[in-house]
């Protein structure tokens, strides 16, 4: 599997993060601020650490983030339509609800996070993983994806309805119920119970015999 590329980031200079248009940020380090219940467009933020930043229900248009680490931050049910994300990651984060719909993901790993209800629908990934998250109920519905890693995340009522399936790895991770295109199914990995709770959801009815 291929491995997302890492942050590459500067010595950092601690500052205050604020929500306006345009604005831009590089070589910072950002922590314990709430802007909770803004927009923003155009707000591009580079090399840098943002900790424990909370942005409930923000709506950010067009943002873009390069070689950045978010860090125990609460980014529930923020709207992230169209962004770009490049060399990012998501550790340990709430992200409840979130919207990358139709946004750009590369280089980007998700860590010990809340994604419960996120929606990734229509987004182009690449070279992204997932590791010990909560994706339950989220939505990955017509995506895009190349070089994607699921290890060990809870994919319960998770939809991946219109997506390619062909060598994605579900094989680690847990779920009992899940939406899927049975078109599509050719190729998915998958150990043995997760293909009984396939099974059961394409309608087929299971029997076992003793020989």
């Not at 719909?101 to 987004?123: G, H, P, T």
């Amino acid at each position: 599997m291929k491995q997302p590329a890492l942050p590459q980031l500067p010595d950092l200079i601690k500052t205050d993060f604020f929500i306006e248009d345009e604005a831009f940020f590089e070589g910072n380090a950002f922590t314990n601020s709430d802007y909770s219940y803004l927009t923003g467009k155009n707000i591009i933020i580079r090399q840098s650490v943002l900790e424990k930043i909370t942005l409930h229900k923000t709506r950010l248009d067009n943002f873009e983030a390069s070689n950045v680490i978010f860090r125990n931050c609460d980014f529930s049910n923020i709207e992230w339509l169209k962004a770009s994300f490049h060399q990012v990651i998501f550790d340990q984060c709430k992200l409840t609800g979130a919207n990358f719909s139709e946004s750009y993901l590369r280089d980007c790993q998700f860590q010990d996070c809340l994604c419960d209800f996120a929606s990734f629908s229509q987004a182009n990934l690449k070279v992204v993983t997932f590791s010990r998250c909560r994706l339950t109920d989220s939505e990955f519905y017509s995506l895009n994806w190349q070089h994607i890693a699921l290890l060990d995340n809870d994919l319960t009522g998770s939809n991946w309805s219109h997506t390619r399936l062909n060598k994605l790895d579900f094989s680690t991770n847990k779920f009992y119920r899940i939406t899927f295109d049975h078109q599509n199914l050719r190729g998915l990995i998958v150990n043995s119970q997760q293909a009984l709770v396939i099974a059961a959801s394409l309608g087929l009815v299971i029997e076992d015999s003793l020989i």
